[in-house]
């Protein structure tokens, strides 16, 4: 059993930058491949970015592509999201997800979910 907690969302101009931070409780969190998604008001929940459970390989969605950072520090069982350039469209409930796998930019093999933490992108 995997729990995770998001934190570092909030609200921040156009062109800003936040740093999300998902903590997980367990002691195999470095055997889980990590992921972020996120969810804007009336639509599906999408892929953001993803790591490997080594830290070795990242995958981004292309809207994210350049301006958004996946990391991971396996002793301290936290992954990061730096979010850099942030755009209004960015507007979202932002997600951390854990699997057990090599990774993934699938939302079906992530096993456990966060609760979420909201980033409000003003312009």
């Known amino acids: 059993q995997v729990q995770l907690v998001e934190s570092g969302g909030g609200l921040v101009q156009a062109g800003g930058s936040l740093r999300l931070s998902c903590a997980a409780s367990?002691?195999?969190?470095?055997?889980?491949?990590m992921g972020w998604f996120r969810q804007a008001p009336g639509k599906e929940r999408e892929f953001v970015a993803a790591?490997?459970?080594?830290?070795?390989?990242?995958y981004y969605a292309d809207s994210v592509k350049g301006r958004f950072t996946i990391s991971r520090d396996n002793a301290k069982n936290t992954v990061y999201l730096q979010m850099n350039s942030l755009k209004p469209e960015d507007t979202a409930v932002y997600y951390c997800?854990?699997?057990?796998?090599?990774?993934?930019?699938?939302?079906?093999?992530?096993?456990?979910w966060g609760q979420g933490t909201q980033v409000t992108v003003s312009s």
């Open positions: 367990g002691r195999t969190f470095s055997s889980y491949a």
């Open positions: 997800a854990a699997g057990k796998t090599v990774v993934t930019t699938q939302e079906w093999e992530y096993d456990y």
């Open positions: 790591i490997s459970w080594s830290g070795g390989s990242t």
